[in-house]
């Protein structure tokens, strides 16, 4: 080729390549005449894909809460727009297919711009209600703590749901939802709030719902398809265009080109080769030598090609051969043993594959990293990287590691800014917080807060100062328990001398501050407990003793040290007592028990002692400790005690502990003599009244002077017992007849009978006493007293003051009134009750003023009972509290239908018993029936029994007080049966007097009762209060309460009690004028 070119001349060849270079210029002008509008149009393309990539982009932005400015938007769809313009002219000149897909594409665009707005839109609206949920859940943080948590929970659900819109997601945020709205709270406030936060998490969900399903319409829209389409469309019409002859002839003056240019660069560079091949050759050699790794380089047949010296002084013993003739096998061979292959990981392995990298360690103890990798003619290259030092840093680190993985200390690693690094194992251990749970934080989250903020800065200072710091920290483990830890901080630096990180070497001294402290509390106890204590040697030589033992023996430390307990010894205990204390001492190595010593001054005293061996290495006791109490006050105390616990402390009496152990006795004894006992059963008549009118005071002491009276009736060998409040027992022993017994009754009954002066005062009582007597009527101690108490209680029912023998029949009467109580409870239930009211009349009126509501029992068995058997009943078993409260509200809903009815000005008064208010009956049920039933509290009279204002006067006031501040007012029933007094009336909120029926039933004949009427009156009238005269049954007990000034009238005279049917017709009638409307 070169002969060739040189006949031809250089000129020629010059020229040729001039002519060949000119026709392709002018061929490449006449194609890029032809290819201009396919580049400008492919451009076009390119940018409407990235145009179209950056809305794609942006939709997912906005859908994703990330884009909340459009303007990036704004100018992506004017671009789009732009660029429509500049394409659309361009395809005019193309084929229909090319227009269509265009066409096609565009109408895409259109619906993802049209559905990008509708995204916006839904995206502001779920962005802004989920940025103000947590605003609006903090409102219930305080107020509703536990239910705080659920709504975070709930919202942490609903962010999930945005982030992956799973319709599992949106079922458990619809379940959570569900849940919460069953809940209700009692506060309307935190009710409304939480209403509103789960409004707006429903509408979030719903919103993030439409918005998912807007994002799946946009990306269901197959623009990049339509793309794909018009690029393929376009390139094909593209190729269509250029025809054969054209790809022929640029093909052929491309290869005209190419040949023309091989030829010109052949003659430029032939005679340039061999000089660039040597020089060439020996840059390589320069360069390999220059390595600081081995290099080696084998050719197919493993003959050693290339080296440097780095190899040789890499593997020593190959100075010794050839290294001309030198080959890959001789070289393993010379290795031997020498040389161990091991994987990165640092295991053993027997072939080297010829591509990779692996380890070789030398027998001298050189390491290093080798890489073998074929060439393309199928030789080897062999890189060698010496890294023992590496290798021995790791070594030291592995070490270091170790030290800090196994030490007993923990080690924590912070940054300067005191954020935890690093923890050691032994840190876990002893905080309870995990590597991952401490890494990460400020140390400060083991603060048990024991330590001052001015502790910490001063540590702080000394540390960024560069100086260690040591000191104790007072930290809280992760369970709460707290620990102590003593502390090395060290600052860490580079080599740049910059304190890089801070290291705390840490050790639990726990267990050796609370030895410490225990020491320390021992001490304590040692000097300041109230128990002496006495430190003995193995031969039992005093050591040491306390201020107590001091303070109790009157001996001082000087005076006993080195001397034996003997000198305590009082010589109540036998020789045979202290063998026993000390052989229970060696061989249990602890005794304790009561003992008796003497003081210094000779006084002997019982003291409570413990003795404790302390033994040494080999279980022999070479010292003792004894620990005592002066016990004189014990023992004084159980003497007290034992008083206290079998008599009453008020009277001196035995109580019941001491009547039951007499009682089990003395029928033991009349069992065995064959005798009789009796027992009487007391209990005081009106001693209640007595003590709520004039107080406890003087209850107590009346208690006291009834004791004393009672047992001057006794004999010595009877016994009288306090069975509790006013209630006493009597056991008579050896009884031969029951008139003895009786005897003793009437003897007893009188002495009570007799007028009691108290603090200037006379006061009467008197006693109802129940009899039963052994074995006659019973042959045990529990039913002994069960009969007398039956007894009393038929005393009682007999009117008082006397007494009764048990009989069988009062058993009987027992269970009747059990079954009654049984019934009653179920007499609302069964609407056995009925209200039945009676009226009371203004008689200068001529008017029926109000009605009072008195209560019916209609019993299936036994008839209509009187409210005289079951009130008291009722009372007695709580029954009152349901009934009292069914009453009024009963009552209080038939006032409003009389009203209704055109009854408008008639008013109700209702019975309250002292009992209700004991069982909690409240104003608040009062206000809450009155709301129920529509009724003004000035329709309504609540009457109280004269007594309730001489019980517990404080708590009735504030208790009467209530009912009077709903509006409602209160009245005095049965005045003049008490002992109230005008101060008492006074004191009181009431506003009417009722007159009892048993001053009226004499009036006007009985110069007494008419009297105390006018009395009554002139009272009421001073207080200015109503009055009403209750059991008016003729016209001549009218007109004198009527002429006396007595405002109200009730009794048969005017009406019966009668059924609310049956007064509706009764005030509809012309009996009276009733104030109808």
């Known amino acids: ?74 100018m992506t769809t004017n671009n789009l727009r732009e660029m429509k313009d500049k394409i659309d002219p361009l395809i005019d000149q193309h084929d229909q297919q090319l227009k269509d897909l265009f066409s096609t594409y565009w109408q895409g665009v259109d619906e993802k711009l049209s559905l990008l707005e509708k995204i916006k839109f839904q995206a502001a609206l779920v962005r802004n209600g989920i940025h103000y949920l947590p605003i609006i859940a903090d409102e219930l943080k305080e107020s509703e703590p536990r239910l705080y948590e659920d709504i975070l929970v709930l919202i942490n659900q609903l962010y999930t749901y945005h982030l992956f819109s799973a319709d599992s997601q949106f079922n458990e945020v619809k379940r959570s939802l569900e849940q919460l709205k069953q809940q209700k709270l009692e506060v309307t406030e935190s009710q409304s709030l939480l209403d509103q936060v789960l409004f707006h998490i429903d509408s ?59 030829l010109w660069q052949l003659i430029r560079s032939l005679h340039n080769a061999h000089q660039e091949v040597n020089r060439a050759w020996y840059r390589l050699h320069d360069a390999v030598n220059n390595l600081s790794e081995a290099f080696a380089l084998f050719d197919a047949d493993g003959r050693l090609v290339l080296f440097n010296r780095c190899f040789e002084e890499f593997y020593p013993w190959l100075k010794e051969r050839d290294m001309e003739s030198l080959t890959l096998k001789k070289m393993q061979t010379a290795a031997g043993s020498r040389v161990k292959n091991l994987n990165l990981e640092g295991d053993a392995i027997l072939d080297v594959s010829p591509q990779g990298q692996y380890l070789e360690k030398l027998d001298s103890g050189a390491w290093y990293l080798s890489s073998n990798n074929r060439t393309t003619e199928g030789g080897l290259v062999c890189v060698r990287s010496d890294i023992t030092e590496s290798k021995k840093a790791e070594s030291d680190l592995r070490k270091l590691g170790r030290v800090l993985e196994q030490s007993p200390a923990s080690v924590i690693i912070t940054n300067t800014e005191g954020i935890i690094e690093y923890v050691n194992p032994r840190f876990e251990k002893v905080s309870g917080y995990t590597a991952a749970e401490a890494i990460g934080q400020n140390p400060r989250f083991l603060k048990s807060g024991d330590k001052t903020k001015q502790e910490y800065n001063e540590m702080w200072s000394s540390l960024l100062a560069g100086k260690e710091w040591r000191g104790m920290f007072h930290n809280k483990r992760k369970d709460g328990s707290i620990y102590w830890e ?140 004894a620990v005592f109490s002066d016990i004189t006050k014990h023992k004084e105390n159980e003497e007290q005690i034992r008083y206290q616990a079998n008599y009453d402390a008020l009277t001196g009496l035995p109580n019941r502990s001491l009547l039951s152990d007499r009682l089990n006795q003395a029928i033991a004894a009349a069992h065995r003599e064959n005798w009789m006992l009796a027992v009487l059963f007391i209990d005081l008549d009106h001693f209640k009244v007595v003590n709520d009118t004039f107080g406890h005071v003087v209850g107590d002491e009346l208690l006291q002077l009834v004791s004393a009276r009672i047992k001057a009736c006794l004999r010595e060998s009877d016994t009288v017992a306090r069975f509790g409040g006013d209630e006493f027992i009597i056991l008579l022993q050896d009884v031969t007849e029951m008139d003895s017994v009786a005897n003793v009754a009437t003897n007893i009954i009188d002495h009570i009978t007799r007028v009691f002066s108290l603090y200037g005062r006379e006061i009467y009582i008197g006693a109802s006493i129940g009899i039963t007597v052994y074995p006659d ?72 003023v109000s009605v009072e509501a008195l209560l019916r029992w209609h019993h299936p068995h036994r008839g209509t009972v009187s409210p005289a058997i079951f009130i008291p009943v009722a ?85 009467l007080s209530d009912f009077k501040a709903l509006g409602v007012s209160l009245s ?79 009794g048969f005279y005017y009406a019966k009690p009668m059924s609310a049917k049956e007064l509706t017709h009764w005030l509809g009638s012309d009996v009276l004028e009733t104030g109808t409307t």
């Open 1 to 74: 080729m070169i002969k060739f070119l040189r006949s031809i001349g250089i000129r020629r060849a010059a020229l040729l390549i001039g002519l060949s270079l000119a026709f392709a210029l002018l061929l490449g002008l006449f194609w890029d005449d032809e290819s201009s509008e396919y580049a400008e149009i492919s451009h076009n393309m390119l940018q409407l894909k990235k145009l179209d990539a950056r809305l794609d982009r942006d939709m997912l932005r906005i859908a994703s809460f990330l884009m909340v400015q459009y303007d990036p938007l704004v």
């Open 204 to 262: 979030d969900l719903h919103g993030l719902a439409k918005l998912g399903l807007l994002k799946r319409r946009y990306l269901a829209i197959p623009s990049q398809h339509n793309f794909e389409a018009i690029h393929i469309r376009h390139e094909a019409n593209r190729i269509a265009e250029t025809s054969t002859k054209r790809q022929m002839i640029m093909l052929l003056m491309v290869v005209v080109f190419i040949l023309l240019l091989g």
């Open 486 to 625: 003593s502390a090395s901080i060290s600052p860490l630096r580079d080599e740049r001398d910059k304190i890089t990180n801070f290291i705390a070497v840490k050790e639990d001294v726990t267990a050796q501050k609370r030895a410490e402290d225990q020491l320390r509390m021992n001490a304590t106890v040692f000097d300041t407990t109230a128990e002496g204590i006495m430190v003995t040697d193995d031969e039992n030589r005093i050591k040491t003793v306390n201020p107590a033992f001091t303070r109790i023996t009157g001996y001082s430390q000087e005076e006993v040290l080195g001397r034996t307990p003997n000198i305590l010894s009082s010589g109540r205990h036998s020789k045979s007592f202290y063998e026993d204390l000390w052989e229970s001492v060696l061989q249990q190595g602890y005794w304790s028990g009561e003992i008796w010593n003497r003081r210094k001054d000779g006084s002997v005293f019982p003291e409570w002692l413990s003795i404790s061996a302390i033994k040494g290495e080999h279980g022999i006791a070479k010292e003792f400790v």
């Open 777 to 848: 009527d019973a042959v045990n101690a529990d039913s002994l007293l069960r009969n007398a108490d039956m007894a009393m209680y038929q005393a009682k029912e007999r009117g008082r003051n006397t007494y009764q023998f048990f009989t069988a029949s009062m058993q009987q009467h027992t269970l009747e009134r059990r079954q009654l109580e049984l019934d009653l409870r179920q007499a609302i239930k069964r609407d056995e009750l009925e209200i039945y009211y009676q009226p009371v009349i203004n008689p200068t009126q001529n008017k029926v």
């Open 875 to 959: 009372e007695d078993s709580g029954q009152i509290g349901p009934i009292g409260e069914w009453v009024l509200k009963r009552s209080c809903q038939q006032l409003k239908q009389w009203h209704n009815a055109g009854f408008s000005d008639l008013k109700l008064a209702v019975n309250l018993s002292s009992r209700q208010r004991e069982l909690g009956l409240e104003a608040s049920f009062l206000l809450g029936v009155l709301a129920e039933t529509d009724l003004s509290s000035d329709y309504l009279t609540l009457e109280i029994t004269e007594s309730l204002l001489m019980r517990d006067t404080d708590e009735a006031m504030a208790w």
């Open 972 to 1050: 005095v029933d049965d005045f003049g049966t008490g002992y109230s007094s005008l101060s008492y009336l006074k004191r009181f909120p009431v506003d009417t007097m009722k007159i009892d029926r048993s001053f009226v039933s004499d009036l006007p004949y009985d110069v007494e009762d008419v009297t105390l009427v006018r009395t009554i009156v002139a009272m009421a009238q001073s207080l200015n209060l109503s009055l009403i005269a209750e059991g008016v049954e003729t016209r001549e007990q009218a007109e004198f309460l009527v002429d006396t000034g007595c405002d109200n009238l009730q």
